[in-house]
């Protein structure tokens, strides 16, 4: 069974940076992963996912352009760079895993691992 914890999280000024963590135990060679956040109030979403072992991305439409996900099989670690905060991506993000045959996309319902989450605070 897959564990994954997400590092990274913080206080950070709109128009800054971060970059969020998601490291997994198991062989993650074979998984669908994705990083989704959830707002105070709102329901998970979906932020953007990577596909193994090609490495096809996904984003939506809120943060194309301004987030970056890649992945590195051999230190078992899936990234999330994101460029350019602005207020509204306040929330806590969760890194999340299928496998790639049960894959169905990305989708909060289409994931079975889950972390535990890590908090991301835009605010001046």
């Known amino acids: 069974q897959l564990q994954l914890v997400e590092t990274g999280g913080g206080l950070v000024q709109p128009g800054g940076s971060l970059t969020l963590s998601c490291a997994v135990s198991?062989?993650?060679?074979?998984?669908?992963i994705g990083w989704f956040r959830q707002a105070p109030g709102k329901e998970r979403e979906v932020v953007s996912c990577?596909?193994?072992?090609?490495?096809?991305?996904y984003y939506s439409g809120s943060v194309k352009g301004r987030f970056t996900i890649a992945r590195d099989n051999a230190k078992s670690t899936v990234y999330l760079q994101m460029n350019s905060l602005k207020l509204d991506v306040t929330a806590v993000y969760y890194c999340?895993?299928?496998?790639?045959?049960?894959?169905?996309?990305?989708?909060?319902?289409?994931?079975?691992?889950w972390g535990r989450g890590t908090p991301v605070t835009v605010s001046s």
């Open positions: 999340a895993a299928e496998h790639q045959l049960s894959n169905t996309g990305c989708s909060v319902s289409g994931m079975r691992y």
């Open positions: 198991g062989f993650m060679d074979h998984y669908f």
């Open positions: 990577i596909s193994s072992p090609d490495g096809t991305t």
